[in-house]
Structures are given as C-alpha cells and as structure tokens.
C-alpha cells in the first residue's frame, strides 16, 4: 500500500487529494501539514488518522494536540514542524500543496530523504528550479506535476524523448477578465476576480489567474519540469478549459491532452502513475462541445504575463522577486488595501528596483523575498 505525506491538507489541493485517496481506498496518509484551519484538520485527522500533523501557527497547534488528545497522533509546528512531515519516514510520496516560497525547504528535505514529490506547489520551481531539478536527478526521485497544465505536458511526452520537443504549448482560460481593457479593470473589486469561469481553486490562486499572473508561474515552471527555455513555452488562450495543454514536437506533430475541468485527474495520476485508475465524474462530450476556440494572450491589458517571461528569461533572483511581490500584492488586493491594477504595478515596480543575483542559494532566494516585500511596504 502506498504511503503519503499532504502539505497543505485544508486547502483545495489538499482537500481533493484526500477524496481522491478516500474514494480509490488504497493509500494511507501518514502526515498531515495545514496553516491555520485546525478544525477542519481535526475532521481529517480522525478520518485519515495520520501519524503526524504539523500547524503553521504554534498556538493553534497547542489548541489542535488538546482537541485530538485521545489520538495517536503527534502533533508539531512551524518550518520544523513542515519539514517533519515532509520527511515523514513511512511516506513514499510528498503531496507538496502549501502556497508560496514556504514550500522549498520542505521539498527540498522531502527529496533528500528520498521521497517522491507530487508537486502542486509552483513557487518551488519558480524560484529554486535550479537547485530542485539537479537535486531530483541526484537522489533518484520523481517529481510528478499535480497543476493541470502540466499534469496534461507530462502525459502527452509520456513514451516520448523530451529531446524532441519544439514547443510547449500551454493553454490559459483567461480567466474572468478576458477581453476586458485596462480602463474597465480599474473597477475591479475582490468579488470579481474570485469568480473563475471554469476551476474551483483557492483565493489567492484564483486572483493570480484573473490577471494571468498564474500563467506566468506557470510558463517558469514549464521551462524547469521540461527542460525547455522560456522562448519554447507558449500560451494559448482556450476559453473552455477542455484542452489542458500541447505539446509541439519537431516533426510537426501536436500531441493534445483533454478532459474537464477536474483537478482530480491531475492529482489521481501523479499520486498512482504510472498507473491510470478510474476516476468518477463528468466525461467530455464532443456533440455538446460543437468546437474548441483559441486566441492570443493580451499581454497589453494583463502586463503580469509578458513580466514573467521577462523574469523567467533573465534568471536568477529575479523571478522570486516576481513571485514574492505578487504574493503580498494579491495578500493586499484581497484585504481590500490596494486596486486590482496596482498588483502588476507592484511587481514592475519591485523587479525594476531589484539587483539579480545569478545562481541563488536557498538562503539569498529568501533574502531576495524578503526584499521584494520590504519594497512594497516601503512604497504602498
């Protein structure tokens, strides 16, 4: 029986991976990580009944060991606590779901320990593909893509020799935005922009695909999992969310991944490939579908799209810089502090005042964070 470990159980990831585990009945959940929604940790644990369970918030932690007292289960906190349950002996695969950097050093001891990564966690790549990549090939362990777009790449070079790919093709919905200028967009508001047309997905995700941002990380990501360069990576626009992603080869070949808007199918291959199980829920139906339609980015009106690929292409500690400053963006955005349009704004701003460093360690990527929310605050 397969053994696995969730970082960032409570959130959507987290809470689908635990239904996927629940329905197929033949994996057990040793570990359990989550920020600060200990209530609904408590309700997975008594289900799953892990061995161990890391809260972010060490009082919340103290408050989950008093509610979950008459278990046999140890409960821990913090980073140290995250990366306890990271390398959590028995677990065979790492389900890495928390948002933002916080999930670099916890894969990174997950992978030195030996354990396989079902990686939902982009930030990580985003900002340490160059230290994750050559790490994985060094201990022998998969990193299997749980984000649909690349769960969809990931099958389709499936068989395939990745030296013969000529483009990624990833596709975007959109999302609720599309087609709107910037003028209309001054207007948004946190209700808006939390209404994706197609995904259920967490608020802060939802935000960063509302302005593209998200497939920006996206296109970074790509370019690591891949092995491919920034210029190979392209996003297609694809309203209904039906094609998941292409890939190119260099005979002209196309190579498609369908399917609805699931996040279980993404998630359910990564944790059983490679093996393909069933999996219940709705099928694509072609008579109803009719057609599939396709445009170009507006990198004009969404400028977070065309400041990854300007991040991506330059390296170093200039995507975390982008990443970092999205992150306290979208925290702001959401606390209704700042306009919809000031989140691109602050990541220009942040990567126009940042001095790159090449090859960055894990401690000058968190400085480089650490600087790029230092900035923001500074001037907003």
Not at 169 to 198: I, M, W, Y
Not at 231 to 242: A, G, L, R
Not at 256 to 268: H, V
Not at 327 to 347: C, G
Request: proline content about 4%.
């Amino acid at each position: 029986m397969k053994k696995i470990a969730i970082l960032g159980s409570t959130g959507s990831i987290g809470t689908q991976t635990l239904e996927v585990v629940e329905n197929q009945g033949d994996m057990e959940v040793t570990a359990l990580a989550a920020g600060n929604n200990i209530r609904l940790l408590e309700e997975q644990i008594r289900k799953f009944m892990p061995k161990l369970v890391c809260v972010w918030n060490e009082e919340k932690a103290k408050e989950l060991a008093v509610s979950v007292g008459d278990l046999p289960v140890r409960v821990v906190s913090g980073m140290e606590g995250l990366i306890e349950v990271a390398t959590e002996p028995s677990a065979d695969i790492v389900v890495t779901a928390v948002v933002g950097m916080i999930g670099i050093r916890p894969t990174i001891a997950a992978m030195e320990a030996g354990k396989d990564i079902a990686l939902a966690n982009k930030e990580t790549l985003v900002t340490a593909g160059h230290i994750i990549m050559p790490l994985a090939k060094k201990q022998g362990v998969n990193i299997l893509p749980v984000d649909s777009e690349h769960s969809a790449i990931f099958q389709c070079l499936n068989g395939e020799n990745k030296k013969t790919i000529h483009k990624v093709l990833l596709t975007a919905s959109g999302g609720p935005f599309r087609g709107k200028t910037r003028e209309e967009l001054k207007s948004v508001q946190v209700e808006d922009a939390l209404k994706h047309p197609n995904w259920s997905m967490g608020r802060k995700i939802t935000i960063d695909s509302s302005t593209m941002v998200n497939k920006g990380l996206e296109v970074m990501e790509a370019k690591w999992l891949f092995d491919v360069s920034m210029d190979q990576v392209e996003v297609v626009v694809q309203p209904k969310s039906i094609i998941h992603s292409m890939v190119e080869f260099e005979d002209g070949a196309v190579m498609a991944q369908l399917g609805t808007p699931d996040m279980k199918l993404p998630i359910q291959y990564a944790l059983y490939y490679p093996e393909r199980r069933f999996l219940p829920g709705e099928r694509l139906d072609f008579w109803s579908l009719k057609e599939i339609a396709f445009e170009k980015p507006d990198m004009v009106n969404f400028p977070g799209l065309s400041l990854a690929y300007q991040a991506g292409r330059r390296g170093g500690t200039l995507p975390t810089v982008f990443n970092a400053a999205n992150e306290r963006a979208v925290e702001k955005f959401l606390n209704r502090e700042i306009s919809y349009l000031s989140i691109t704004d602050m990541i220009e701003g942040a990567m126009n005042g940042h001095t790159v460093k090449e090859n960055p360690t894990v401690e000058e990527i968190l400085e480089a964070e650490n600087a790029a929310y230092e900035y923001i605050e500074s001037r907003w």
